[in-house]
């Protein structure tokens, strides 16, 4: 009997169990948001430098769209509204203006898209982004078609929407 009414009571409780574990989830979660933040640190950077000198050399009233695109080089495209409100498409490569574009005067991506599902039944995964090659705009489709080991890029031109050029690159490239 002696040794029962000796006996202490249990160090972890179900209260601290479930505060330590709370706590556990919270430092691991800062812990996630600070590695996420040290990787994507320098591309934001790089991408805020962008916009400074491009807001002091270009009288931009608002910026919707401002991505870095690498192709055949590195280029920034910017989507943007003027002075005079006109909303236009402008590519960048080392603060120099190559060519911009009024958005009235594009073909949408949705008729780019309409285009290729007509042409193209099997195609899926369609991803289209504003992209800049051979001299001009485009619209950049990636895709794939049904059972196939290769992944389709497809370029077409932004105003007037006809095929520049396509690349079909394998999936998978180790031997």
């Excluded at 005079?84 to 203006?97: K, L, R, S, T």
């Excluded at 898209?113 to 001299?135: D, H």
């Amino acid at each position: 009997m002696r040794a029962i009414d000796k006996k202490r009571s249990a160090w972890m409780t179900p209260r601290k169990w479930i505060t330590f574990s709370i706590l556990f989830l919270i430092l691991i979660t800062v812990l996630l948001v600070m590695f996420y933040r040290s990787i994507q640190m320098d591309r934001w950077n790089e991408k805020a430098a962008v916009r400074i000198s491009l807001q002091e050399q270009y009288d931009l009233s608002t910026e919707s769209y401002l991505e870095k695109y690498i192709w055949e080089e590195q280029y920034w495209i910017l989507l943007a509204k003027t002075w005079n409100g006109q909303e236009q498409y402008a590519v960048w490569q080392d603060n120099n203006i190559l060519t911009s574009v009024n958005t009235d005067a594009i073909v949408s991506s949705e008729v780019i898209l309409q285009r290729l599902q007509s042409s193209n039944p099997a195609a899926q995964n369609i991803t289209i982004e504003e992209a800049y090659l051979s001299g001009q705009l485009a619209w950049e489709v990636h895709y794939s078609e049904n059972a196939s080991d290769y992944t389709i890029y497809a370029f077409y031109a932004m105003s007037d929407g006809k095929l520049i050029n396509e690349y079909t690159i394998p999936k998978e490239t180790r031997s």
